[in-house]
């Protein structure tokens, strides 16, 4: 088991001997709250699909489930870029899907290159919202939709590996999204009782907005 201070860093940007194991560990804890922001997200036929922050790229196939469908995976990680791509070829998808080396606050994404756009559990590694939520807005075509997944941030400071992270407040995101060119279309809540990242098992509880490019 990690202590708090090397599990934050590994969440941040899974590295090293233990980027694989914190990967799976993320796809276990985050699997719910990743199925139901993928639900909301709600890919139709065709459309280009962009994820920031996926890991290992786990959920990827089940946002390529519509037809013609395609995705592109925007990670900080090496690690992850290299077993992201290694699963995607696995799993049959090479051709519709992919994972790029690369940072969000200046994505390796031309204007208005996406449809949709997906975010789960990152926004505590962007100490400014605005530089990120303008990049998507710029790469997100008009009438695109993005989806945001977060902790609550009263949850999120129970929790003994966060003491680093940067907490949003629900309004506050709400407000940059608008700030950014977005308009909120919908929220929901998300709880459930599960082991998170540091195997102990508590009341989890996410906030996930869904989003229209204006």
């Known amino acids: 088991m990690l202590d708090a201070s090397t599990l934050a860093a590994q969440l941040r940007h899974p590295h090293g001997d233990a980027a694989q194991a914190v990967a799976e560990s ?13 639900g909301l997200l709600a890919v139709t036929s065709g459309e280009r699909v962009l994820e920031i922050g996926p890991g290992n790229a786990a959920f990827a196939p089940l946002l390529l489930q519509a037809s013609d469908s ?6 900080l990680s090496s690690a992850m870029v ?26 390796p994404i031309a204007d208005a290159a996406m449809d949709a756009a997906l975010a789960v559990n990152t926004l505590y ?6 530089p990120v939520l303008g990049e998507l807005a ?6 695109g939709r993005l989806c945001l997944a977060f902790g609550d941030a009263t949850f999120m400071r129970s929790l003994p590996f966060t003491a680093d992270f940067q907490l949003h407040e629900l309004d506050a995101v709400e407000l940059a ?6 308009g909120v279309s919908a929220w929901r809540s998300h709880r459930e009782t599960a082991p998170g990242n540091d195997g102990q098992a ?6 996930l907005l869904l989003a229209q490019r204006r």
């Not at 993320?26 to 993928?38: C, D, E, F, P």
């Not at 290299?82 to 994505?107: F, P, S, T």
């Not at 710029?138 to 009438?143: D, E, P, Q, S, T």
Request: hydrophobic content about 45%; proline content about 1%; cysteine-free.
């Open 26 to 38: 993320m796809n276990r804890s985050n699997g719910a709250l990743n199925r139901a922001a993928i």
């Open 70 to 75: 395609r995705y592109l995976g925007i990670e």
């Open 82 to 107: 290299e077993a992201g791509n290694r699963q995607l070829v696995a799993a049959g998808l090479a051709e519709r899907a992919g994972m790029r080396h690369g940072d969000a606050h200046a994505l």
């Open 125 to 130: 590694f962007w100490p400014d919202l605005a």
């Open 138 to 143: 710029r790469v997100v075509r008009r009438g």
């Open 177 to 182: 999204l608008r700030v950014a060119g977005f």
């Open 202 to 207: 508590r009341e989890k509880h996410f906030h």
